[in-house]
């Protein structure tokens, strides 16, 4: 199982409050069979033009490539309760939220995709996204034991609800090696039994 203490990295803000999951992927992008690719599609409508042109988008900008945490606002993910939504910020690159709230449902569906979503005050949640665009190679570190984000010389307090973060610390949100562990641990259990039939 892979455990997740800590996650580090460049960020990529996104701002405004109440960012449902239409537009984390529009609904016409969700007909694949699989996840795979889903990157692409995120935030579409909000990056890309009627034409396909980009727009001024921070994911469309250089100065973010490479970032694998996202900086948001207040009820982040809400909405539809669609699992393509965190499935397509993985894809492109996400792998932790960091907000002043996200929308529960969206919030779980990160936590079982090892994603956490790290909730900070409006005041920190927007002092970040400003670290971030005055220096977007600035390197921000989530620590879930200690619970606490730093960028540079800036460091908060963080939370998140405990089930999460405990999932994290301890490797159980990843589902398909705890079932493969079940399933070993199951053979072994049934390779001791003797059965035996009148």
């Given at each position: 199982?892979?455990?997740?203490t ?14 449902d ?10 007909k ?29 900008s ?6 694998s945490i ?51 005050s ?15 190679g ?19 307090e ?24 079940a399933k070993?641990?199951?053979e ?6 003797h059965?035996?039939?009148?």
């Amino acid at each position: 199982m892979k455990k997740i203490t800590s996650i580090s990295g460049k960020a990529l803000p996104i701002q405004g409050n109440d960012i449902d999951t239409d537009r984390v992927i529009p609904a016409r992008y969700m007909k694949s069979v699989t996840f795979s690719g889903l990157g692409a599609y995120a935030f579409y409508d909000e990056r890309y033009d009627e034409e396909g042109k980009p727009k001024d988008h921070p994911m469309n900008s250089p100065h973010y490539t490479g970032a694998s945490i996202m900086v948001v606002n207040k009820n982040f993910g809400c909405g539809s309760s669609r699992e393509h939504a965190p499935q397509a910020l993985r894809d492109f690159g996400i792998g932790a939220l960091v907000g002043e709230s996200f929308a529960e449902i969206f919030a779980g569906n990160c936590s079982a995709l090892g994603m956490p979503t790290v909730t900070v005050s409006e005041e920190a949640a927007l002092q970040l996204q400003k670290l971030v665009a005055a220096d977007p190679g600035i390197e921000i570190q989530i620590d879930l034991e200690n619970m606490t984000i730093s960028a540079g010389d800036y460091q908060i307090e963080a939370s998140m609800p405990e089930t999460y973060r405990r999932a994290m610390l301890d490797g159980s949100w990843d589902s398909t090696s705890l079932l493969l562990q079940a399933k070993d641990e199951i053979e072994k259990v049934e390779g001791s039994l003797h059965y035996s039939f009148t």
